[in-house]
């Protein structure tokens, strides 16, 4: 398993009035001093709100509230094509070669 390498908590800010959603808010978790993101739908830049209820609506410039927060978490994207020397013990031929050349040495 490969540890997350991020971990927030996520909902979607939601119009009083229209009830669009404009985006989603993220609070980081960990650390004493939380950051709040937000992120419009129609773009992947994160910004930094110092407050999550000054968002305001895309659509008709309403109010906003948060839907309920859920766990997200990103992991690091693993590339299982990438040639990469294996950890763990090496394949039995190679033991088995290592350990023949050794005992030759010794002779
Ligand atoms: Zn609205």
């Not at 773009?43 to 999550?52: C, K, L, T």
């Amino acid at each position: 398993m490969t540890a997350p390498t991020r971990t927030y908590l996520e909902a979607d800010i939601k119009c009083f009035h229209c009830g669009h959603i404009s985006g989603v808010a993220r609070v980081e978790r960990g650390g004493r001093h939380p950051t709040t993101t937000f992120k419009a739908v129609d773009s992947s830049a994160e910004i930094r709100i110092p407050d999550r209820t000054q968002v305001k609506c895309q659509r008709c410039g309403g109010p906003t509230f948060t839907d309920e927060f859920e766990l997200r978490q990103e992991y690091a994207r693993v590339d299982f094509l990438e040639d990469r020397p294996r950890r763990g013990r090496p394949p039995k031929r190679l033991a088995e070669r290592r350990l023949a050349e050794q005992q030759r040495g010794v002779a």
